[in-house]
T-cell receptor, first 114, second 112 residues
């Protein structure tokens, strides 16, 4: 069964500090992996997409990495800001006969404190 | 403006009273999907649609129906709502399943 597990479930950091969120998956055959940011009460918004051949991708202060061999991804946030307080969701896409299927991680809830 | 719209945004209803949550997108996307989000459980897919007249069950389809008669609309129907369907619902669309999904603003449903 395809699964995506994220850790930690929640995290509290001080403003200006860095943090790293983890995503482990057992999705096959792998198509791509996306990180979404979801502000409280709002719909998720895509931050980055990683395909099989990509190791690192940045979007401003967000840097995602992918190790396709170990089936792990991380999202690193640099110099955190209060506006980074949100849930971060890892979504993995897999191919099958019907097309692409999506598997969602449970998310990491990040709180940035002043 | 490219967007996904949902209506209503908030709804309080009673057990057994049929309701429909509408979802519409103006980006000519083929893939549309419904999710529910409950505290501690993350996003769970209810139904999805690869294209017009093509719908499939997601992880938690029980108690829900959908239809895709035209590309832009993907309504979610609760024929006989129950309190365990109290949740935050999101509609999303994308060019294809593996593309970036654009989410609607959410519908907060309470079933008494």
């Amino acid at each position: 069964k395809n699964q995506v597990e994220q850790s930690p479930q929640s995290l509290i950091i001080l403003e200006g500090k860095n943090c790293t969120l983890q995503c482990n998956y057992t999705v096959s055959p792998f198509s791509n992996l996306r990180w979404y940011k979801q502000d409280t009460g709002r719909g998720p918004v895509s931050l980055t997409i990683m395909t099989f051949s990509e190791n690192t991708k940045s979007n401003g202060r967000y840097t995602a990495t992918l190790d396709a061999d170990t089936k792990q991804s991380s999202l690193h946030i640099t110099a955190s800001q209060l506006s980074d307080s949100a849930s971060y969701i890892c979504v993995v896409s897999a191919y099958n006969n019907a097309g692409n299927m999506l598997t969602f991680g449970g998310g990491t809830r990040l709180m940035v404190k002043p | 403006e490219a967007q996904v719209t949902q209506n209503p945004r908030y709804l309080i209803t009673v057990t057994g009273k049929k309701l429909t949550v509408t979802c519409s997108q103006n980006m000519n996307h083929e893939y549309m999907s419904w999710y529910r989000q409950d505290p501690g459980l993350g996003l769970r897919q209810i139904y999805y649609s690869m294209n017009v007249e093509v719908t499939d069950k997601g992880d938690v389809p029980e108690g829900y129906k959908v239809s895709r008669k035209e590309k832009r609309n993907f309504p979610l129907i609760l024929e006989s709502p129950s309190p365990n369907q109290t949740s935050l619902y999101f509609c999303a669309s994308s060019l294809a399943a593996y593309n970036e999904q654009f989410f609607g603003p959410g519908t907060r449903l309470t079933v008494l």
